[in-house]
């Protein structure tokens, strides 16, 4: 539970300082965005002894729950209720408006908004829950160029009673550069989204230029990326890195795109020589991808080159063994 004290305006200045610190290095450093915007709403609703907190994100016209928190609440009930629905953003609701304005509002009371507020606030979570809503601070998260791509609500401040009290102005608190990382954090993921759409959208080119070779590939390369990810998730290897391995492993084949029809689909058994030519499709493969930068690609260049290798090094095209064979490769190569 929250600690019911009102914090001090020497301890908030040092809050607001550790917040932004660990967020901007958690930012440079990458990783799981949802866990990223649960650490800001975290630190915001400390920042401003909040007792419950929501954090949107704004998606073609759509605000989507992405983060929540509640004191009062246990986290399934909170999930169940709210967490990836989403609502169309509209200024007859609180959030919609805040998201539509671009403005900050501050309600004292949510069970008494102004005569001629230009919004409702919605209390279906509150019947559905039992708790009950009282100050809100709902704060548009705006990137630089001044466009919300999100909105964050903090609920109940928490007075040196205990009691819940009216949040102060935004201006006040350093809340607005908080807010200001969290649209950062979601522009970023955005951003990262569209990134590997792209890429995935490269990885279904290449494979359909296979499956132009040989007909018969087509349900082979789904099942390997298919089975990939399934032994990749099974190892316990974070989600990021199960999708660079199931996403990677269809393009294993690629290679053979290089290799003569004559090898390819001959139907008898191959010669030594002809075997030897086929096994350069690894080496075919990764020249065809090069040295890419991008982690996708990357990935995918040693699934390539290294499908093949074996633990006991009796694989090709280099003979690696054991350890030396990326993780990569070897999820592959089992599959």
């Known amino acids: 539970m929250m600690q019911s004290t009102a914090v001090s305006p020497r301890r908030t200045d ?5 917040s932004l610190l660990e967020v ?13 915007l649960d650490e800001i709403l975290r630190r915001a609703r400390r920042l401003l002894s909040a007792e419950a907190g929501t954090l949107f994100v704004r998606t073609d016209g759509h605000l989507r729950f992405a983060a929540s928190q509640n004191d009062k609440l246990p986290l399934p009930e909170i999930t169940r209720t709210l967490l990836d629905k989403q609502m169309v953003v509209s200024e007859d609701s609180l959030a919609g408006f805040v998201a539509a304005s671009g403005r900050a509002m501050n309600i004292p009371d949510a069970y008494r908004l102004p005569a001629g507020a230009p919004f409702r606030i919605n209390h279906d979570f509150d019947a559905a829950t039992g708790y009950r809503t009282r100050s809100v601070l709902a704060i548009p998260l705006k ?26 102005a935004p201006e006040e608190s350093g809340i607005m550069s908080l807010a200001s990382m969290a649209a950062v954090t979601i522009h970023n993921d955005k951003l990262q989204a569209n990134l590997d759409r792209e890429q995935r959208n490269t990885i279904l080119r290449l494979t359909a230029a296979a499956e132009f070779r040989d007909a018969g590939m087509s349900n082979h390369l789904r099942c390997v990326s298919r ?6 998730a099974a190892m316990g290897l974070d989600e990021r890195h199960v999708d660079l391995i199931r996403w990677a492993a269809p393009l294993h084949d690629i290679g053979k795109v ?13 010669t030594a020589e002809e075997r030897k030519e086929m096994q350069r499709h690894t080496l075919y493969g990764a020249e065809i991808i090069g040295e890419p930068t991008n982690p996708l690609l990357a990935t995918a260049r040693e699934v390539v080159l290294t499908h ?9 095209p280099n003979g690696l063994g054991g350890s030396d064979i990326p993780l990569s490769g070897r999820v592959v190569g089992i599959v």
């Open 14 to 18: 040092d809050l607001l300082l550790e």
């Open 24 to 36: 901007g290095v958690n930012l440079s450093a990458g990783g799981n965005r949802r866990r990223m």
């Open 143 to 168: 990137r630089p160029d001044g466009k919300c791509v999100g909105v964050l609500e903090l609920i109940n401040r928490l007075g040196r009673n205990g009691k819940v009290v009216p949040f102060a």
């Open 227 to 232: 089975n990939a990810g399934l032994i990749a």
């Open 258 to 270: 290089a290799v003569r029809d004559a090898i390819l689909l001959k139907p008898a058994a191959l």
């Open 308 to 316: 093949h290798e074996r633990w006991d090094g009796s694989g090709y």
